[in-house]
Structure formats: structure tokens, C-alpha cells
């Protein structure tokens, strides 16, 4: 057990260090998803959906994707969540909507990343969040 935790701490700071090395720390996570979600919220169509599921509680949605994002981006380990049965709940949600929300993710990144590689970085990652979240909230086999 001793060599499976070393090698999970040595991962974990092989990604912080990859990502520190792009540009990619604590500031800029606040950055992307504070720009990201302000755009969502202005979206006429995404908008309502989120205001419809979040409600009043802004504040706490933003710092719990903080801190999913600084998990995704470099394994900081704060995100605890379920993100699948939450979005489950969300009947008025189509596979379209997750194009839109990728689209502006992309576009926040493009205006907000320190490089294209950060770009790229969260963008591979976004859309297997995305694809994940659609297999499990639309297919039924």
C-alpha cells in the first residue's frame, strides 16, 4: 500500500508541476470559472437552466468548481462531488446544451489562457467530462 500512495503523491506533483509550468495554477482557475460562469449566466439559453439549478447559491457553485477544476487540472484533490446523479436531475437538459457550454468554455479559455496549450489542456478534458456526463444522463441501452 506504502508504494501505491508514493506513487500517487508522485503523480499528483508531476501534474502540479506540468501545470504550473503552463500557467495553470490557483489564480487562473478563479479566473476561467468566474469569466466562464458570468458568460453562462448572461447565455439566453443556458442561463435559465443554471439559474433554474442553482438558484441563490452562486457563491457556493463557483467555489466548488474551483475546486473541481483545480482537481481536473492538476489533481489538487479538493473537489468532493457527484457530479453524474446532479446532472441526472436536470430534465430540461439536451445533448445540445453541452455543445453550447463547450463552445463557451472554449471561448473563455481562448480569451483567458496563458497559451494555446492551456487551451488545448482544458479542452481535452472538458470534452471527456462532457461526453462522460452525456452517456451517463442520455443513453439508455
Excluded: C
Excluded at 10 to 39: C, H, K, N, P, W
Excluded at 87 to 94: F, G, I, P, R, Y
Excluded at 118 to 126: G, K
Amino acid at each position: 500500500m506504502e508504494g501505491f500512495v508514493q506513487a500517487a503523491n508522485q503523480r499528483r506533483e508531476q501534474l502540479q508541476a506540468e501545470a504550473t509550468a503552463m500557467g495553470i495554477d490557483d489564480d487562473y482557475i478563479s479566473l476561467l470559472v468566474d469569466t466562464f460562469y458570468t458568460r453562462v449566466r448572461q447565455d439566453s439559453v443556458l442561463g435559465p437552466i443554471f439559474e433554474k439549478a442553482i438558484g441563490d447559491n452562486w457563491g457556493t457553485h463557483l467555489a466548488k468548481m474551483k475546486d473541481f477544476w483545480a482537481s481536473v487540472a492538476f489533481n489538487a484533490g479538493r473537489y468532493t462531488g457527484k457530479p453524474v446523479p446532479k446532472h441526472q436531475k436536470l430534465n430540461d437538459v439536451t445533448p445540445q446544451h453541452f455543445t453550447l457550454w463547450l463552445s463557451l468554455f472554449r471561448q473563455t479559455l481562448e480569451e483567458t489562457a496563458p497559451s494555446d496549450e492551456v487551451v488545448t489542456y482544458f479542452m481535452e478534458r472538458a470534452e471527456r467530462i462532457a461526453k462522460s456526463l452525456q452517456l451517463a444522463m442520455f443513453y439508455k441501452p
